[in-house]
């Protein structure tokens, strides 16, 4: 199987492209916001669109629930795919998606800035600012996940080469988590999560102070503990996987790295020379 992913920033059309992206490389098979798609029909898999918030929505999008992707898994497994599409913001998102679709590694990148110019750029990013998402698939195939939203077709002729057109249809949706506006996270919320994951170590006598450093949407945390077990050391990269796990289920934020200093020893037991 080819792993083929389109890369491009929210809003950025890559949606929109999806289609004429896969006609282009002859890919039969796409995988775009948590759903399967194949020939315009969808396989398997929840949209993220479906989702009522915006956190929800990214945690379908990358396959989080296990109930989720083991249906999208078996559906791969006996559709016998031999080529896919996979869209996503990052290539770090593209490789989750691999992961936990146990996807072979990518075997083509297509950068959204690649094939389309930046004014079509600037006018998804417009529409995406106006509550606006794309679907790769007809109107008439999410009708029973939309109710009660706005939906609307959008049909656009696709042209391969001279001998070869073909109507390319796709669907303009307005999705619930689009009308509540932007999701913020209270900055006390990443020490509550990191103290209560340490609370749970009696070897950490105490936290003496925790430093979120947040750079381009990532962030880097730095813990200062006393411990009353030298044992403890040895434990700390299990720890440390441990917190970077609990921030990144909960809020989506990509953690860089987790460093443990410890400043004091109160009590050294079980030394191992």
Excluded: W
Excluded at 176 to 203: C, D, T
């Amino acid at each position: 199987m080819k792993v083929y992913a389109l890369i491009g920033s929210s809003g950025t059309g890559k949606s929109y492209r999806a289609l004429e992206v896969a006609c282009e490389n002859d890919i039969n098979y796409i995988i775009d916001d948590g759903i399967l798609i194949h020939d315009n029909k969808i396989l398997a898999g929840i949209s993220a669109k479906q989702a009522a918030t915006t956190i929800e929505a990214v945690k379908r999008a990358i396959f989080h629930d296990t109930n989720h992707r083991e249906k999208v898994k078996v559906k791969i497994s006996q559709e016998k795919v031999d080529k896919i599409l996979l869209l996503g913001t990052s290539k770090k998102m593209i490789n989750q998606i691999i992961d936990r679709l146990e996807l072979p590694q990518i075997y083509k990148i297509i950068n959204i800035e690649d094939i389309s110019t930046p004014e079509e750029i600037i006018k998804a990013k417009e529409s995406r600012k106006n509550g606006n998402h794309i679907i790769p698939v007809p109107t008439v195939q999410i009708k029973h996940i939309t109710s009660g939203l706005s939906i609307n077709p959008l049909r656009r002729l696709f042209k391969k080469s001279k001998k070869y057109n073909k109507v390319l249809e796709k669907t303009i949706i307005r999705p619930a988590f689009s009308y509540r506006g932007r999701v913020f996270i209270n900055p006390e919320v990443i020490p509550q999560i990191i103290n209560y994951e340490l609370s749970k170590i009696k070897e950490i006598e105490k936290v003496n102070n925790t430093e979120i450093i947040n750079l381009n949407d990532e962030i880097s945390v730095y813990i200062n503990i006393n411990i009353n077990d030298i044992s403890l050391i040895r434990e700390c990269e299990k720890f440390q996987k441990k917190i970077k796990e609990e921030i990144e289920k909960n809020t989506l934020i990509n953690v860089v790295k987790v460093d443990i200093y410890i400043h004091k020893l109160k009590k050294l037991r079980n030394l191992i020379c």
